[in-house]
């Protein structure tokens, strides 16, 4: 039963920091310092990845509309494409590449020298201050792109390009590198963001297939209870964080998180130092 419980507070932390430009990676550093889960560390390092499908489903479920390519002609009906979500879905996989490419060549790598405390805390402060600075250089800046269909496939790039920092350097987090990469690259900060819950649908069941196919087919009925339960638990969290965020930054800047993330990564940083 505890461990069931352990699972829903990882489900929460995750469907909250998962969107949240303030990395779910650094909130799950200091949540197993003080709800270890009595499980395998190759359980827990499939889990961490895996409980994020309930929070793709999410994304799923709110813009299902706005994703889905297909639409039946009610003369015909015949299906057809949606042209204009295809080019979308064109976009998004052109802006998946860089992180798909170097994340398969160098995922042991990167989990065996930068998943930890330090690294974590350093990428937690630098993107802090980076969204303060971006935000406070574009204050009476007017975006250039303000719808998603207007996204090229250059922006598409850049953003792919930040979001490949984000898969190198644990706690920079994946939301946060991509909205400040579309920021970066002229989209109002409701277009980056909506295009950051895109990319996460590729980019997280890619990611999550690629751990349980490492993790194997043994998983046992416990350890599949345990992470259905987190998963969703994220999915719930993560519809209630995805329509905040959403209505938040139609008035509000991102400075609140970069100052979050330096305030997380400072307490990070010091704990495990002192630790």
């Not at 395998?40 to 409980?51: D, K, L, Y």
């Not at 965020?245 to 400075?255: M, Q």
């Amino acid at each position: 039963m505890w461990e069931i419980i352990k699972a829903i507070f990882y489900g929460i932390v995750e469907g909250i920091t998962e969107w949240l430009p303030i990395s779910s990676t650094g909130h799950l550093i200091l949540l197993e310092e003080f709800v270890t889960m009595q499980q395998s560390e190759a359980f827990m390092e499939m889990f961490r990845v895996v409980i994020q499908l309930g929070a793709i489903l999410a994304v799923v479920v709110i813009y299902f509309n706005r994703l889905w390519p297909f639409k039946k002609d009610e003369k015909t009906k015949k299906i057809g494409l949606k042209m204009n979500i295809v080019n979308l879905w064109f976009k998004i996989l052109v802006a998946c590449i860089p992180a798909a490419v170097i994340g398969l060549m160098i995922d042991d790598w990167i989990n065996e020298h930068f998943y930890n405390s330090i690294v974590v805390a350093l990428a937690l402060i630098a993107v802090g201050v980076l969204f303060i600075w971006l935000e406070t250089k574009n204050k009476n800046h007017q975006p250039n792109i303000q719808k998603v269909e207007e996204i090229g496939y250059k922006e598409a790039l850049v953003i792919g390009v930040f979001q490949l920092i984000a898969a190198i350097f644990p706690g920079t987090s994946r939301s946060g590198a991509t909205i400040l990469g579309g920021i970066w690259t002229g989209l109002s900060r409701s277009v980056a963001t909506e295009f950051t819950f895109y990319l996460a649908i590729p980019v997280m069941f890619g990611a999550s297939f690629l751990k349980l196919v490492k993790f194997g087919g043994g998983i046992a009925v416990f350890e599949l209870t345990i992470l259905l339960v987190a998963s969703v638990v994220s999915f719930v969290v993560s519809i209630v964080v995805i329509k905040f965020l959403v209505n938040y930054i139609k008035k509000n800047d991102f400075k609140v998180f970069g100052y979050y993330r330096i305030g997380l990564g400072v307490l990070v940083l010091l704990y495990f130092l002192i630790k």
